[in-house]
């Protein structure tokens, strides 16, 4: 009987009523006085990454399986174009055909007046047609720019208002399960090993443009490539292959399809990072690497561009991240990045992770984001710098009844503080979502905006807040003040009488 009464006892413990969901995980079945979360009893339900917590700080390689990049209904945006109601389609956003209303319109917060004036001067040379006139956009993130969800939706639709300028900055092999990008072709086989900014971390913090690094000593194999079906990412020109030159590098075979086989080395005197180019006619192709040997072949990724005047949107995510997480970065190798990439605007957009994080300190988060920031600025001198705030994310309270998480509202105002501290824009994703209780909405919409997990946008939410933040993009660049390049200032309020 003792026996049989301490294990029902530990049985029960999963159901007692603590905050989180730690225990819940261990449920037998669901606590009768629970109502289901919307989504979470259906057994197709989507494996979707959750909030990871900090990793260990360990030193090392992790060992990669191949991969593909495989879009499926959970993780990827239609590809084909939908047709857009209006002449100002570029920044139109998808309709919710049922349930509350879900989402607002959300301006671009410009604190100085001029913290987007880097960005918008190059989208007026871009839209003008100037020959040259790219306008490169690095937006890095969380879990939600891994999967280039929102960072899709921008990039599809910046392209169809300003210019398609090619797809922008791949990794050389999947680090994450959940790494997806819209509008491309991307393979990668085994052997690859890679050290990243959520762990394994590199003894020199040089983890490249993305946050991760890469080690080929041959055999392995990565291949990159124009979209093979639908409407999007069809053209490329241009395969920059973005590698390490040291004293110890390896070699590395290309070969386009269709061409002929050419190698070069990643072997120099001296550390720096350095661009290979492999040039294309403008149009569909595919770029195969393969390191071969002769020392250490360390890469970071490969960026499609093509040399029309347009934008270029790199989805820059990391599963798990957090913006401190960045620190890992060497400052000088990052801005050698910076400096090869030439960005008009680097986005921040992280959140998500830090929530999950304990007890929140504003000041110590604060601290911690404005250093990130000061040191994005140092390494992009000639770029905008943009905090967007995190999702809104869901969780039950003690009756039971979805309320937002109210750490994210503590994030969000922290991170304004910090955009007006620091003199960089910011854009109020969790406004944007609706507000207190948006998540609540988005699982109950129709379609369904919100994923099970309370936490990440469906491929249709990530089309909404995509749509929002290109809105936002747009009309911050048309109502910009011409002759300085910058945001427009309010009108004031009419006098009254």
Not at 8 to 14: G, Y
Not at 253 to 268: C, D, L, Q, R
Not at 299 to 319: I, K
Not at 429 to 445: E, I, L, P, R, Y
Request: net charge negative.
């Amino acid at each position: 009987m003792t026996a049989l009464a301490v294990m029902l006892a530990l049985l029960a413990i999963p159901y007692l009523p603590v905050p989180g969901e730690t225990w819940r995980s261990l449920r037998v079945v669901q606590a009768p006085w629970e109502k289901p979360v919307p989504g979470a009893d259906r057994e197709s339900a989507p494996p979707v990454p959750v909030a990871e917590a900090t990793p260990a700080p360990t030193v090392g390689e992790q060992a990669l399986k191949a991969t593909e990049n495989e879009g499926t209904i959970t993780n990827a945006l239609p590809a084909t174009a939908t047709p857009e109601p209006a002449a100002t389609a570029s920044a139109a956003v998808p309709a919710v055909k049922e349930g509350p209303k879900v989402v607002a319109e959300q301006a671009i917060e410009d604190p100085t007046g001029e913290a987007m004036h880097a960005f918008y001067t190059s989208l007026a040379a871009t839209d003008a047609k100037t020959a040259g006139a790219v306008t490169r956009v690095l937006h890095y993130g969380d879990s939600v720019i891994t999967a280039d969800f929102i960072s899709g939706t921008v990039r599809r639709k910046m392209q169809a208002r300003f210019g398609d300028a090619g797809h922008g900055f791949i990794l050389i092999a999947n680090p994450w399960e959940w790494y997806f990008h819209n509008d491309v072709s991307h393979s990668a086989s085994e052997g690859w090993s890679a050290q990243r900014i959520t762990g394994p971390f590199t003894k020199d913090g040089f983890y490249g443009l993305g946050g991760v690094t890469f080690h080929g000593n041959g055999g392995e194999w990565a291949t990159f490539g124009t979209a093979g079906t639908g409407d999007f990412g069809k053209k490329v020109s241009r395969f920059d292959i973005y590698y390490l030159e040291k004293p110890n590098g390896g070699d590395v075979e290309t070969k386009v399809k269709g061409g002929a086989v050419e190698t070069f080395s990643t072997k120099g005197d001296e550390v720096a990072p350095r661009i290979h180019s492999v040039t294309v006619p403008d149009g569909e192709a595919s770029l195969t690497i393969r390191p071969t040997g002769n020392g250490d072949a360390r890469l970071f990724g490969v960026e499609l561009e093509r040399d029309v005047p347009g934008v270029v949107y790199s989805a820059l995510g990391a599963n798990g991240a957090r913006v401190k997480l960045l620190a890992q970065m060497n400052a000088a190798h990052w801005k050698e990045q910076m400096d090869l990439a030439k960005p008009a605007l680097v986005v921040l957009q992280y959140g998500t992770n830090e929530s999950e994080d304990g007890s929140f300190n504003a000041a110590t988060y604060e601290k911690a984001l404005g250093a990130i920031v000061d040191t994005v600025k140092a390494a992009a001198p000639n770029a905008s710098v943009l905090l967007c705030a995190p999702l809104d994310r869901a969780e039950k309270n003690d009756s039971s009844a979805l309320v937002s998480k109210p750490v994210i509202a503590k994030l969000v105002a922290s991170q304004r503080a910090v955009a007006k501290a620091h003199g960089v824009a910011f854009w109020d994703t969790f406004s944007a979502m609706g507000g207190d209780g948006a998540m609540s909405k988005w699982v109950k919409a129709s379609p369904q905006l919100g994923s099970w997990d309370l936490t990440h946008p469906t491929p249709a939410g990530a089309e909404v807040i995509g749509g929002m933040l290109t809105k936002a993009f747009v009309a911050g660049y048309q109502g910009r003040d011409a002759s300085k390049g910058t945001a427009a200032k309010p009108a004031p309020p009419p006098a009254e009488d």
